[in-house]
């Protein structure tokens, strides 16, 4: 389907370097929007941006700290200067990290007793780690929000879209700074939405399901390719039996940017999981 009212338009992608984030730029550049992939690896970034100019896109390779808002300051010159002024905002930086992560999903009272370096439980976790993760993803789309939106409060149809995740409904074990931080986002979205509202610019969310990354990928396949213990557990609580695929997200992303189907969508936060949200387990 093609969007005809994105064409010409300048979207920055955070996280663009990543393969959701990537798969979001390459797919707004196939629609004739300009787009700046920003990433805190910058030939990562700049490997999604030779990608879209070699098919006839329009990118550039932004390399940046979504943490540091100098950095990002530094960014919006530059998008400014060689793209325009930002019409679509993606905000898709952030990620987990071990620091905030337990060794085990539950605690066991043998946890309490028996100290086993090998085993992280949740009275282990580092605040400092806990406070990374949730900056990553909570302050990493403020400090660009913060940046970007200055110039879109300036124009029409603008539009903001949040990647959150399935843990802003609902926690996943092991994970706890990680769900914390997604469920910000997902709150942040609906403040947004009116905090801006009267300035033009929409802001709503996406919350991916399960998809395989570099990021994710040992935590859902084992060395010989097969799914771990926890992809099982995905799978039999996802009622269509299955990851998801990057392209399955791109719709809902044209969906939110194009007013011409979401003009009066703001503030909402689009669930792309294969009915694991939904799925109670029984």
């Not at 530059?78 to 905002?89: A, S």
């Not at 990493?140 to 949040?162: H, W, Y």
Request: hydrophobic fraction near 40%.
């Amino acid at each position: 389907m093609t969007h005809e009212k994105l064409k010409g338009r300048v979207a920055v992608v955070t996280g663009g370097g990543g393969v959701l984030c990537g798969d979001f730029a390459k797919a707004l550049a196939r629609q004739g929007v300009k787009v700046a992939v920003l990433d805190l690896n910058e030939a990562a970034a700049q490997k999604v941006a030779d990608e879209i100019n070699r098919d006839g896109g329009t990118a550039i390779a932004v390399g940046c700290n979504v943490l540091e808002t100098e950095s990002m300051q530094k960014a919006r010159d530059i998008v400014n200067e060689k793209l325009g002024t930002c019409d679509i905002l993606l905000n898709g930086a952030g990620g987990n990290n071990p620091k905030g992560t337990t060794s085990k999903e539950t605690l066991e009272e043998v946890d309490l007793y028996e100290k086993n370096d090998d085993i992280k439980t949740f009275f282990d976790l580092d605040p400092q780690g806990i406070s990374f993760v949730f900056n990553l993803n909570f302050l990493g789309t403020l400090i660009p929000t913060q940046v970007f939106a200055r110039d879109m409060a300036k124009k029409e149809n603008s539009c903001i879209v949040m990647i959150t995740s399935m843990n802003a409904f609902r926690p996943l074990t092991k994970i706890p700074a990680y769900s914390a931080a997604k469920a910000a986002v997902k709150n942040f979205t609906e403040f947004m939405a009116v905090h801006f509202a009267d300035v033009g610019i929409r802001v709503n969310s996406i919350a991916p399901g399960f998809f395989s990354t570099n990021q994710n990928k040992t935590l859902l396949w084992n060395e010989d390719g097969s799914p771990t213990d926890r992809t099982k557990k995905i799978l039999a609580a996802t009622p269509m039996n299955r990851l998801g695929e990057p392209k399955e997200l791109e719709g809902t992303l044209m969906f939110l940017c194009d007013e011409d189907y979401s003009g009066f969508i703001t503030g909402t936060t689009i669930a792309v999981d294969g009915g694991f949200n939904a799925y109670s387990g029984v």
